[in-house]
């Protein structure tokens, strides 16, 4: 019985390790970029900046962008110039974006992260 209670622990010890490791290598240039990214939009975001927001986009027409509300497809960055510029229309006063949770991963010429997002704010519906 001690030596099944010695394995579970060793291998309590050794999962635990293998799922601390990646959080502690160091970030790559890539990922430092996104994360600047990623904050340059968060600021854009709750100054409810347009202009801003697009920087963090392709300015041209090879950009293709989903979205939580219909038509859920963007193609372009006029089409996703307006559906911002819908979206903050919608709301009366400050707009309180804020993300948690970020992970970036970057290698050669793919990127990505993934986050949690909370938005809260006034809606001119109330």
């Known amino acids: 019985m001690r030596r099944m209670t010695r394995l579970a622990c060793a291998c309590g010890v050794l999962a635990v390790a293998f799922w601390q490791a990646p ?28 202009n801003a927001i697009m920087k963090v986009y392709v300015p041209d027409q090879s950009l293709f962008a989903f979205d939580v509300v219909p038509p859920r497809q963007y193609v372009g960055a006029t089409a996703y110039r307006k559906d911002w510029e819908n ?40």
């Open 87 to 126: 979206f903050f229309n919608g709301f009366d006063g400050p707009i309180k974006f804020e993300i948690s949770d970020l992970a970036i991963a970057a290698d050669g010429n793919l990127g990505y992260s993934h986050s949690i997002q909370h938005i809260s704010g006034m809606s001119k519906k109330g």
């Open 23 to 50: 959080a502690a290598r160091a970030q790559t240039g890539d990922e430092v970029q996104i994360k600047v990214l990623e904050d340059q939009f968060t600021a854009a975001f709750n100054a409810k900046d347009v």
